[in-house]
């Protein structure tokens, strides 16, 4: 008889915010006169002896030079799960944006994975140097991840895969040119920490994103791919939603555990 998949908890980690904008950034083209607020996140996967982190959160310094909200530096928010940001093995960075890459310095020990479309297109094509690309990334944090090329320490992804048995990442992108999803086994089935494949769950209930859009087309696919695969609309978590810190039981302050 096979073994049974590991069963793993996933947890949303608050490390700033709220932050106010129109409706529209981050529902495309909708209530542009509405108001806002979101979060920053990033998120813990725990079991089968394993601990993963999904994205980076911001280091200390960027969140100084953007005036980030309620901003506390991640490594202070997982110690209060028990987690020392040091001793973290596997990074998962979703995408390279800057308040999921910059604070890839918080974690000198870690192993990360990322999908090679993705590394390819902000750390070595020149248009990820325009203007709204330049805009929404970290530089530092850029040249972090590109130091890491070609070391055991940065693991490339192409496509989908099987990184642990009950885990596995999906390319989805939209968003970014190649963006990944974690599908996650659960208690409760299979579960997705999609980060901003969705910033608020309306995106996925309305099947409308986010006005950062790479490829519109390639983003309505990911919906289809990620509604397929997820056991429930629910278990689909997006990137910046309030609700991730409202509406799930809280373990320690600024942390919720989602499932």
């Known amino acids: 008889m096979l073994p049974s998949t590991p069963v793993y908890e996933i947890y949303a980690v608050k490390y700033a915010g709220p932050l106010i904008s129109s409706v529209a950034m981050v529902l495309w083209n909708t209530d542009w006169e509405k108001r806002i607020e979101r979060n920053y996140y990033l998120w813990v996967i725990r079991g089968n002896g394993e601990t993963l982190i999904v994205d980076c959160g911001v280091a200390p310094s960027l969140a100084k030079e953007r005036q980030i909200p309620g901003y506390i530096n991640p490594a202070e928010v997982l110690a209060r799960l028990g987690l020392k940001a040091s001793q973290i093995k596997r990074v998962i960075i979703t995408h390279v944006n800057f308040d999921h890459i910059s604070g890839i310095e918080l974690y000198p020990n870690a192993t990360y994975y990322i999908q090679k479309k993705e590394f390819n297109f902000w750390i070595k094509d020149p248009i990820a140097k325009k203007p709204p690309f330049s805009r929404v990334t970290d530089p530092v944090g850029n040249a972090h991840l590109a130091e890491l090329e070609g070391t055991e320490r940065l693991i490339m992804i192409d496509g989908d895969q099987m990184i642990l048995p009950g885990i596995e990442l999906l390319l989805a992108p939209g968003h970014t040119p190649g963006l990944q999803v974690?599908?996650?086994?659960?208690?409760?089935?299979?579960?997705?920490?999609?980060?901003?494949?969705?910033?608020?769950?309306r995106n996925y209930e309305e099947e409308i994103p986010s006005i950062f859009i790479t490829d519109m087309v390639a983003w309505m696919k990911t919906y289809d791919k990620l509604k397929s695969k997820v056991s429930s609309i629910h278990l689909?978590?997006?990137?910046?939603?309030?609700?991730?810190?409202?509406?799930?039981?809280?373990?320690?302050e600024g942390v919720t555990r989602l499932v």
């Open 236 to 252: 689909l978590f997006p990137g910046h939603d309030l609700k991730m810190a409202t509406h799930y039981p809280e373990v320690a």
């Open 182 to 201: 974690v599908a996650v086994n659960t208690a409760k089935g299979t579960a997705i920490v999609g980060s901003d494949c969705a910033h608020i769950s």
